[in-house]
């Protein structure tokens, strides 16, 4: 049951699949008031609710007892402090006494007060907002109503589930080849080679470097031979450079952003001067996915869109007052104040909200300023690249993720949680971002594992990716000037190679598991006390997460911890896996337990009554065999799985690809 | 048994206190070879040694993993990436088969690579330095023997273990009154307000500001007269300003630093162009200890000492530059690279290596480089003060505490852990920065409770204070322009009385155990496995702590936690504590338990044969009855327990106060 109201006049995000009637007046569980800053909804929490949802923002996956603001944001440094990240994900999951979830539709910036203020408290500020309030009987029930209402989730190529290796400072084909062979010669897995900005001429969107990547279509054939894919980024802002055909096409037929009386704005990012696509008008759009073409051709199957907030280094006209600024000042003695002037007119040019004001959208001949709209921009430009390949090649499907997003965009790629840093509390925040991303669409995510900013250990990479053999998403990528980050520059590349081939163990569970929760609207990754809704002691659990129907994992978060503690909410098989193969197993009663984990190995539970197909561990996605299965159960009577047996690479054959297999206990 | 050896020719720093024979060669356990950046000192770890110390450093209690320099540093955005915090203290303890400690005796930068390079081994790289190895029977043992060598801690007067409230942004009377009466109203005990740099008149050192502060002397003593001591900042810099008598009186006298030719050397930190007194010159140190007479005559009884790393927002001439640089680009096309030039010149000023290179020290009429003996400023600042009090009042105890310290400053003052900020990630720190510090003699050490910079949340500030009321400095501080902190801000007042008043029953022990450790050379704060050295689980325990004898401690440090697991290494007596009382005790064998623990409850662990004195919970320290005790005991026979009952503030008085009394069972 789902009740729809609107205040103001929201700027459509389609953001929805569903027409749903307006309710007259404001949701009766909501004090609702209008004020200065927008329409204010109030709800008095219980002592005992959760509060569950927000997708990828910060803190833990009970959001209770901190303030959040909505607004996608290029910040890397990434800390509790933090209130706005990469993406706005409006989506709350009350789960007091009869659970409900609230949608706050609005393209805008939306503050979310959850018992910040005041504990008892939860407090949402929006502008010209549709609100959904979705009801159901339970956490699980309300998000798959969520969800319904949303449309479903992207669903990659099976490769796009495989170990992917990136890093900011590939700089050539050379370089690329050097990982490939890195991989290789170690008996590492790899299924993709992330190119970051290096690939691009002058970091023009769409080129390539001719000196570094003479022949990039060969370099891509030669990789898929070996089951690798090659994934280029793309930058949201376009190169203002006579002769560029991309800047010269948008320009001509007014498809980049411009200011208020329709001039096109000039912003700088890593090409220096650029204009921003005018994603929020579908022709642009379109136009800009169509040049994704220019890769496609080449035999490129994989993107990750980025900058795309829109990141802006600076404007034009902003840098020019700045350094008049600092030209004012020459010569006078500066006091502390003073001097705290010209730091803040160098420093605030990044994302200015004064730059984010004076850009413009043109929408259906009418100029939208961004700044209403800011949070749709990632989100749009995800869209029209998976519009055109659509277009490009219906049935076929291509990885694509983004880094800001905004409900909606889930239908269209993936995301990942940007750039986060080599930190112990970051794997700790991978972790509580799942569930709030699945609850949000967004099914395909990942964290850059390992840690983008900063220098990572050997501990934290492997600890790392023993979480990341199960998400979606498994990239491991870092920042330019960053320690070496591939696993085989580690001294122990046998745990390394311990870690991944569970990967490739699990595909079979993890990539049916996620075809299913896509097709069907459900959660990949659960809290404990979505399954386990009466126990007390699972609502407080934020380290341990169910994924899929058969498993919980309680991943090992800190440096050197030898093992962890567990709370298990109900009798389990505790499975231990090296080398990807599982080497022990035992049935564990409900309780808690410390639970001792060596860097080298996998540990997860496995639910009574399920069980899990495990494949050989092979080198790539492609190789790995869905039809030679050993299956891990935990179960007393014969049981139906339902795998995902298709081709991994076309839309049709997904739902035909469904296949239920009895297993016997 | 300590040996010495030396490597190059070390400045002094006067870090010890015994004269030791120099060993010849180098320490046989570590492999000695000079590098171009140093001497390398290597030590093989095995995969079970666990290494301690590094006082304050960031990370874990076993700091194994990862690379440390230490080198003062003035930066508040304290996270997992930081190699070096505000104090330098170059003591390692290897704990492995056979335990010893090492001290690397440098004013210069120390480079500890910790196991992250290559995890099994230990790299220290130091120039001119003075290496001691320090071996014994256990842990306990070697720290014991250190901190013989480095000399007896110092002990603050009784009320400087009282609670204080703190704030950056207390602009006069009114509000320091006002904090008074928030406290008295909402009958909350309080020992101290701390007074931040807007006290002062144009941020000038031992100056007030007449309008603010018309009358401190008065303010002092009617504050006095209620239990409650004022605590002004002390910042290391003098404001250039003609008429101003330090400033005049310095320069007059040669003492501030200069440059390479003898020139005073601009710097602006505060009060913008200022200089830096020249605290590794005797007469220079003497003569700004000297000024604090201005506020101690004024019934001040205690100071902190910040930016004394030294920080340095810019200088005068590199300042000039960078703005030469920034005119220089006016009317330019900058690209992205151009454009992070402009913003390096302005950023890098901050505490720049050149700047340190450039500032010069008199030491016995040679000029040496700051960059060489940077380590050594904060901990001479400190001593200045500390030698001058002596001369002041000679058995008077003061409570003196400093930002930047190096091993030698424990014996004249204590230390805060800087600017830190409102997260629960630097709750978890701060508890594994306790031991560190007292392996290194720092006994009098607390963090910014609540947290510095950002916003705190009522949550995170009453489990912040639950394990400061264990920390020998039990402040509350907070940045200008934060989220009110004091306790009487937030909704739940009677869940901060409830957690204040368990400091001030607890206080007999703490200070009591306090006194004894100081007088003894005994840490405070102890690992589980230093007093379970046998036990394989403690040693990966990160954030459980024995406080002095008879406690262990185990705070809970997660947002909307309702409890916390924690491991037993021995039988001891669960207690809870509400309102400074103990409201339910209960045996627990060794093992592992989940402990619910509420927001207004303290909890800790007494151990079996032990006893723990508390007292009447009072409004301030002085009000506290050390003769009146009630006793927790987890004793079968009679138990001997030695209290401090000094006068709190005389030195002569400390160790005629210990009193043995016998409790029996």
């Known amino acids: 049951m789902i009740a729809k109201y609107r205040f103001g006049h929201?700027?459509?995000?389609?953001?929805?699949?569903?027409?749903?009637?307006?309710?007259?007046?404001?949701?009766?569980?909501?004090?609702?008031?209008?004020?200065?800053?927008g329409t204010h909804f109030r709800y008095a929490l219980d002592k005992e609710d959760c509060v569950f949802g927000l997708g990828e923002q910060a803190r833990g996956i009970n959001k209770r007892g901190w303030i959040y603001e909505n607004y996608n944001a290029d910040d890397p440094n990434i800390n509790e402090a933090r209130q706005s990240l990469y993406g706005s994900h409006n989506f709350l999951l009350i789960a007091g006494e009869k659970p409900f979830g609230v949608f706050f539709d609005s393209a805008d910036r939306v503050l979310f007060d959850i018992g910040y203020t005041d504990p008892d408290e939860l407090v949402v500020v929006a502008k010209n907002v549709d609100v959904y309030l979705v009801e159901g009987e339970s956490a699980l029930a309300v998000v798959h109503a969520f969800r319904t209402l949303i449309g479903q989730s992207y669903i990659p190529p099976k490769w796009a589930f495989g170990y992917g290796q990136s890093r900011w400072g590939y700089m050539d084909e050379g370089d690329i080849r050097a990982v490939f062979e890195g991989f290789r010669d170690n008996d590492l897995p790899l299924d993709a080679i992330y190119m970051d900005i290096d690939y691009m001429l002058d970091y023009k969107d769409f080129s390539v470097h001719p000196a570094r990547f003479p022949d990039l279509g060969k370099l891509a054939s030669d990789l898929k031979a070996e089951g690798v894919y090659l994934v280029p980024i793309i930058d949201a802002?376009?190169?203002?450079?006579?002769?560029?055909?991309?800047?010269?096409?948008g320009l001509a037929n007014g498809y980049f952003c411009t200011d208020s009386e329709g001039i096109p704005y000039v912003v700088a990012v890593w090409p220096g001067e650029s204009m921003l696509p005018d994603v929020l008008n579908p022709a642009a759009r379109l136009w800009f996915g169509s040049q994704y073409k220019a890769l496609l051709d080449q035999g490129i199957e994989g993107f990750w869109n980025d900058m795309n907030e829109p990141a802006i280094f600076y404007s034009k006209?902003?840098?020019?007052?700045?350094?008049?600024?600092?030209?004012s000042v020459k010569g006078q003695n500066l006091d502390t104040h003073a001097f705290n002037k010209v730091s803040y007119a160098i420093n605030s040019?990044?994302?200015?909200?004064?730059?984010?004001?004076?850009?413009?959208?043109?929408?259906?001949?009418?100029?939208?300023?961004?700044?209403?709209?800011h949070n749709l921009y990632g989100y749009n430009m995800t869209r029209g690249a998976a519009e055109y390949f659509a277009e490009y090649a219906p049935d076929r499907r291509y990885l694509l993720f983004s880094r800001a997003s905004y409900i909606g965009a889930?239908?269209?790629?993936?995301?990942?949680?940007g750039d986060n840093s080599s930190w112990w509390s970051h794997l700790r925040h991978n972790i509580a971002q799942m569930p709030g991303m699945d609850m949000c669409g967004f099914l395909f995510a990942g964290a850059d594992i390992g840690g983008h900013c900063y220098n990572t250990t050997e501990d934290l990479l492997l600890r790392w990716l023993a979480f990341g053999v199960f998400t979606p998403l498994m990239r491991n990528h870092t920042t330019n000037?960053?320690?070496?980050?591939?696993?085989?520059?580690?001294?122990?590349?046998?745990?390394?190679?311990?870690?991944?081939?569970?990967?490739?163990?699990?595909?079979?569970?993890?990539?049916?598991?996620?075809?299913?929760?896509?097709?069907?609207?459900?959660?990949?990754?659960?809290?404990?006390c979505f399954e386990y809704p009466e126990d007390r002691r699972a609502r407080t659990v934020e380290d341990q997460l169910f994924v899929g129907g058969s498993?919980?994992?309680?991943?090992?978060?800190?440096?050197?911890?030898?093992?962890?503690?567990?709370?298990l909410p109900a009798r389990m098989k505790l499975v231990r896996m090296k080398n990807g193969r599982p080497c022990s197993t035992k049935v564990l009663e409900k309780g808690d337990y410390y639970i001792p984990v060596a860097l080298d190995e996998i540990v997860f539970f496995v639910r009574e009554g399920t069980v899990v197909p495990l494949a050989k561990p092979a080198k790539n996605a492609s190789s790995v065999d869905f039809t030679r299965l050993h299956w891990l159960?935990?179960?007393?009577?014969?049981?139906a799985y339902e795998l995902a047996l298709d081709d991994g690479f076309t839309k049709s054959g997904i739902e035909k690809g469904l296949t239920a297999v009895t297993v016997e206990p």
Not at 237 to 249: C, D, L, M, N, T
Request: aromatic share 12%.
């Open 10 to 37: 929201p700027f459509p995000t389609d953001a929805v699949v569903q027409e749903l009637p307006l309710s007259a007046g404001a949701p009766a569980c909501f004090t609702v008031t209008e004020e200065e800053d």
């Open 237 to 249: 802002a376009v190169k203002v450079q006579e002769g560029y055909s991309v800047y010269e096409e």
């Open 317 to 327: 006209g902003r840098l020019a007052a700045a350094i008049d600024y600092v030209v």
């Open 349 to 373: 040019l990044h994302n200015s909200p004064e730059d984010y004001a004076a850009l413009h959208h043109n929408v259906e001949g009418k100029r939208v300023c961004h700044a209403e709209v």
């Open 410 to 417: 889930h239908r269209y790629g993936g995301i990942w949680t």
């Open 481 to 528: 000037g960053s320690r070496d980050q591939e696993p085989y520059r580690f001294k122990d590349i046998a745990a390394f190679r311990s870690i991944l081939s569970a990967r490739y163990a699990l595909l079979p569970y993890l990539y049916s598991e996620y075809v299913k929760c896509a097709l069907r609207g459900e959660m990949l990754f659960k809290p404990l």
């Open 551 to 567: 498993l919980m994992i309680a991943p090992v978060c800190d440096q050197n911890a030898a093992g962890r503690y567990v709370y």
């Open 633 to 639: 159960k935990f179960i007393a009577a014969p049981t």
